[in-house]
């Protein structure tokens, strides 16, 4: 079965860390592009982290820059979101997703989710105190 899994979201107080870990089973992710995305309800899903499966260049949106970090462990099949100095505002469902099409910027890749082939089920993630 072709999936991926999210874990490690949770409550965590304002100023926090949470790690997310994205798990693919069925495929291997080194040849797909990794995006995390998150939702609120009644609000479209944004794009938060992207990583190429070419050279592992990187984008995040801008309410996030210098607190999340993506990264991907192709030896272990999985995809990490580090989050740090968490705010309410980054309280949401949190989606990764593998992308096997060939798009030309890392910033494309986080808007256009229409094009991804896989979803994990999410993992909610609350920063509240």
């Known amino acids: 079965q072709l999936q991926l899994v999210e874990s490690g979201g949770g409550l965590v107080q304002p100023g926090g860390s949470l790690r997310l870990s994205c798990v693919a089973s069925?495929?291997?992710?080194?040849?797909?592009?990794i995006g995390w995305f998150r939702q609120v309800p009644g609000k479209e899903r944004e794009g938060v982290a992207c990583?190429?499966?070419?050279?592992?260049?990187?984008y995040y949106a801008d309410s996030v820059k210098g607190r999340f970090t993506i990264s991907r462990d192709n030896a272990k099949n999985t995809a990490y979101l580090q989050m740090n100095s968490l705010k309410p505002d980054d309280t949401a469902v949190y989606y990764c997703?593998?992308?096997?099409?060939?798009?030309?910027?890392?910033?494309?890749?986080?808007?256009?989710?229409?094009?991804?082939?896989?979803w994990g089920q999410g993992t909610q993630v609350t920063v509240s105190s």
């Open positions: 990583v190429s499966s070419s050279d592992d260049s990187t």
């Open positions: 997703a593998a992308l096997s099409r060939y798009i030309t910027t890392v910033q494309a890749m986080c808007v256009m989710m229409y094009e991804y082939d896989y």
């Open positions: 069925g495929f291997t992710l080194d040849y797909y592009a």
